[in-house]
């Protein structure tokens, strides 16, 4: 199994990545042009790629043994939280329920920067100190 972390890491990678994208050109279209986002792939596309991402993650958490809510695996219990931080904000920016342009706004930078302390998480490999 330990011969699938690198393929699936780069895949894992690659999902966070398009989600990243996704979130930011959902967020122009509804700024610009919201009839793209009732297109059926823009509906159905995100959701795809959020559940790879899920599912890449859980796997490299089986290979890697790193686990959350332990003491060693502090930096993948705050990336979980970044990620949990990240989709609320994201149903905020991009729900269908009315919101202020400014709240959405707010949200939706909020969300970029759980995303970056997620990835510089990933990319350092150290956790916040003091934190958990």
Excluded: C, E
């Excluded at 899920?54 to 930096?75: D, K």
């Excluded at 729900?95 to 759980?114: C, D, E, H, S």
């Amino acid at each position: 199994m330990a011969g699938w972390y690198l393929p699936l890491k780069h895949f894992h990678l690659l999902t966070v990545v398009i989600t990243a994208v996704m979130l930011v050109v959902r967020f122009w279209w509804l700024l610009r042009r919201p009839a793209m986002l009732q297109q059926r792939w823009v509906r159905i596309l995100p959701h795809a790629n959020d559940t790879l991402l899920l599912l890449s993650g859980v796997m490299l958490v089986m290979i890697t043994h790193l686990y959350p809510f332990i003491p060693q695996g502090a930096r993948l219990t705050q990336k979980l939280v970044g990620v949990i931080i990240y989709i609320a904000l994201g149903f905020v920016v991009l729900g269908r329920r009315p919101k202020p342009l400014k709240v959405r706004w707010a949200a939706f930078i909020v969300a970029l920067l759980a995303l970056a302390a997620v990835i510089h998480l990933a990319v350092t490999k150290i956790p916040f100190s003091g934190w958990v």
